[in-house]
Structure formats: C-alpha cells, structure tokens
C-alpha cells in the first residue's frame, strides 16, 4: 500500500468583511449584553482574534464601527416622509422620535454598550456614544439652516438648539432604558410623548425669538408659507 507525497489540501481561508464583523458584533450585544469583548467576538465570527485586528486597530474602532451603525439605522428609519411635511410640528417630530424609540428598544443593549465605552475609554472620541448625538445635531443644523435660510429667517443660534435637543434626547434614552431595561410598548410610548413635548417647547422657544408663533394646528408648509410672507423685504 503506497502512501501519497502531496501535501493536504488546506481548507480555503474564508472570506470576511468588515461590516460582516459589526454585524456580528451587534448579534453579540443583542444576545449577550453590553459587555462585548473581542474574544467574544472572535468566537461568534469563528475566526482568530488576530483576524479581527487586521480590520480594526484596536477596540475603540470597533467601538466606533458600532456607534456608525447605530447612526446609520436611526438615519434609515427616520428618514424625511415627503407627507410629514403636511402635518403640524408636534406630529412630525412625534413621528420622528417614534421611528427612532424603534431602532433603540428594537437595539437596547447596543445603546448601552456605546454608554458603556464612553465611561470606559474616557476622553477617546473613537468610542462614544455623544459621537451619534454630534453626527445627528450637525446633519439636522445642516438640513435646518437650509430650509429657515429658504424662508429668509435668521439661522444663528440653530446649532446651539439641535446639539441642545440632540443631547437632551440621548440623555433621556438613557433614563428610559434605565427604567425600563426590555422597553415594552407602554413606556416606550410615554418616553416619546414626554420626549416630543420637550422638544417641542425647545423649538418654539427658539422661534419665538425670531419673531415666529407656530399655531399648533398649523402645517410645516404653512408655518414656512406664513414666515415668507412675514419676512421683511429683501434690500
């Protein structure tokens, strides 16, 4: 009986991509918790840890890949309703923040995974949850001055309020999650009602000292029609 020279053949080396790898870190923190490790990781990717540094510089990135696709989810379910803007304010920014309530009770524990890096890397800008309300409030203020400056409204101040409201909305996340740690829909409706009336006094509040009174029942077409018509006349 001969024994064959040629060497095993090797299993072929499987192919991996780095949104596979944050896909599966997310499947790890939805079904684990929070506390996500790279070894962890490894295992449910069922690759060597080493393979996963080739991807990432270290764990901040991949803290940071996490937060980006946070982000990229509330984009997705808030993304602009062409019918919204026939609604009066209240109901478009309850919608909003109904859209984006789903995303956080649907991903809980990745949004506490974010606070957690946050209290652990410190000052790192890598691996904060901030970094969502920052990308959020500057992208809005974006898309805000936009749409005020069309309508010939004074736009200074807009960063200031969307930061404001962007940062008060992730601390209140924070708060709901704590007190209801597997959100069901009862709280998660009160979190948005009492989260949308907040912002709305904040947006009224900053319009107010532009000059601008929204009626209630009044439309964001017809708010914006009303402040053209009220707009002083250009020199």
């Given at each position: ?53 080739r991807m990432f510089a270290d764990k901040s990135e991949l803290d940071g890949a996490v937060s980006d696709w946070l ?165």
């Amino acid at each position: 009986m001969t024994t064959s020279s040629r060497p095993a053949r090797r299993s072929p080396v499987r192919l991996l991509t780095r949104e596979q790898v944050i896909a599966g870190a997310v499947r790890c923190i939805d079904r684990d918790g929070p506390q996500l490790s790279m070894e962890a990781l490894a295992r449910e990717m069922g690759v060597a840890k080493p393979r996963l540094y080739r991807m990432f510089a270290d764990k901040s990135e991949l803290d940071g890949a996490v937060s980006d696709w946070l982000v990229t989810q509330i984009y997705a379910a808030v993304a602009p309703d062409l019918s919204l803007i026939m609604q009066p304010p209240r109901v478009t920014i309850h919608r909003f923040l109904t859209a984006y309530a789903g995303v956080i009770a649907e991903h809980p524990d990745v949004f506490r995974f974010l606070v957690l890096t946050q209290s652990v890397s410190g000052s790192d800008p890598s691996a904060r949850p901030l970094d969502i309300g920052r990308r959020l409030s500057h992208d809005l203020a974006e898309r805000s001055r936009s749409v005020l400056s069309s309508v010939a409204l004074d736009t200074d101040g807009i960063d200031h309020l969307l930061r404001g409201i962007v940062g008060f909305v992730m601390a209140v996340t924070d708060l709901w999650l704590d007190t209801d740690p597997v959100p069901l829909p009862e709280p998660t409706a009160l979190f948005v009602d009492r989260t949308t009336n907040a912002v709305v006094q904040l947006f009224d509040g900053f319009l107010r000292e532009k000059g601008v009174v929204i009626k209630p029942d009044m439309s964001v077409a017809a708010t914006l029609a009303t402040i053209t018509e009220n707009a002083p006349p250009l020199d």
